[in-house]
């Protein structure tokens, strides 16, 4: 099994900064994509960054130029610096993580982080 743990939600105000961290543990051999995902009251979970393994990063347009996904590899950890914010970006934000078990099997598993809570807000 796979665990991640996200940290480093609060309660900002309107033009702030948070960064979120979510390291991942468990049976690993290897991650494919990391990112972060976010869902609002009453609306659907949207993507918000992923970065892939090789570096390739993809942003949604409302968060572009404000917040930068990163990952640190030998911590199995990944990043979301939030800059910027707005009271639009208040979200419960999920981890994401593509994870390959074990070396003999093709089989990649997504694993979910349990959210934190991001609320902007003055």
């Known amino acids: 099994q796979v665990q991640l743990v996200e940290s480093g939600g609060g309660l900002v105000q309107p033009g702030g900064s948070l960064r979120l961290s979510c390291a991942a543990s468990?049976?690993?051999?290897?991650?494919?994509?990391m990112g972060w995902y976010r869902q609002a009251s009453g609306k659907e979970r949207e993507l918000v960054a992923m970065?892939?393994?090789?570096?390739?990063?993809n942003y949604a347009d409302s968060v572009r130029g404000r917040f930068t996904i990163s990952r640190d590899n030998a911590r199995n950890t990944v990043y979301l610096q939030m800059n910027s914010l707005k009271p639009e970006d208040t979200a419960v934000y999920f981890c994401?993580?593509?994870?390959?078990?074990?070396?003999?099997?093709?089989?990649?598993?997504?694993?979910w982080g349990q959210g934190t809570q991001v609320t902007v807000s003055s």
């Open positions: 994401n993580s593509v994870v390959k078990t074990t070396p003999v099997s093709p089989i990649k598993y997504t694993y």
């Open positions: 468990g049976r690993i051999f290897s991650i494919n994509d």
């Open positions: 970065l892939t393994s090789t570096g390739v990063t």
